[in-house]
């Protein structure tokens, strides 16, 4: 069965601070990746997704950035967070060439002060 | 504008009673999927839907694709029930994109 881990599960930081997410996926070779963001309140919005080690592609910006080390691992971050980048992170996966279907990680939930 | 449009935003049910929850896209429909957001914001898929009506449950949705639309019933709600229901159009390309709709925000009373 495939598992999909999420960390941290929480951090608060501040502003103009470094700020890096991890995503891992085990048991599924290849997947499509996906990164997620969720404003309190907000729309959850996809941000980037990835389809093999070393590339990876931009939907929104918004200041971040993500790569791909290995086939399971996808890292969300930036060098200066805002105020704005405070919500809810998502990582995601799909298998490649399957259906679209997406499976979700448990989230990070990240507070900037 | 929006490209994913709930309805309604927010529910309350007595427990036991039923809900239909909308889901209409501004585009043209490759697929979709419905999932549930826990109160800590993890989602849960409920169906992927491309067309058609399927069950899990007392879960039941029914995707017309030519209509732009989707909905998910719940029968005999429970409190376990409560938190947001999200519905996502899937854009047909080499990766699987998602754009959600705003949610409908259930709450089931005992």
């Known amino acids: 069965a495939q598992t999909i881990h999420q960390w941290p599960v929480a951090e608060i930081k501040a502003v103009g601070s470094p700020l890096s997410l991890g995503c891992t996926i085990k048991?599924?070779?290849?997947?499509?990746l996906y990164w997620y963001w969720q404003a309190t309140g907000g729309t959850l919005q996809q941000l980037f997704y990835?389809?093999?080690?070393?590339?990876v592609e931009s939907v929104v910006q918004l200041n971040l950035s993500a790569s791909r080390p290995k086939d399971d691992q996808f890292i969300l971050s930036t060098e200066k967070l805002l105020l704005s980048h405070s919500g809810f992170y998502l990582c995601?996966?799909?298998?490649?060439?399957?259906?679209?279907?997406?499976?979700f990680g448990p989230g990070t939930r990240l507070l900037v002060l | 504008g929006q490209q994913v449009q709930q309805s309604p935003a927010s529910l309350v049910l007595q427990e036991g009673e039923n809900a239909e929850l909308q889901c209409n896209f501004s585009t043209s429909l490759n697929s979709m999927q419905w999932f549930y957001q826990r109160p800590g914001g993890s989602l849960v898929s409920l169906f992927y839907?491309?067309?058609g009506t399927k069950h899990s449950g007392r879960l039941t949705s029914t995707t017309v694709i030519k209509e732009r639309r989707s909905s998910l019933h719940i029968s005999s709600s429970q409190t376990t029930d409560s938190g947001t229901y999200l519905c996502?159009?899937?854009?047909?390309?080499?990766?699987?994109?998602?754009?959600f709709g705003q949610g409908t925000s259930l709450s089931v009373v005992p």
């Open positions: 995601a996966w799909s298998p490649r060439g399957g259906e679209d279907t997406q499976y």
């Open positions: 996502a159009w899937i854009a047909s390309s080499s990766f699987s994109k998602l754009v």
């Open positions: 048991g599924k070779s290849s997947p499509n």
């Open positions: 990835s389809i093999t080690v070393g590339q």
């Open positions: 839907n491309p067309s």
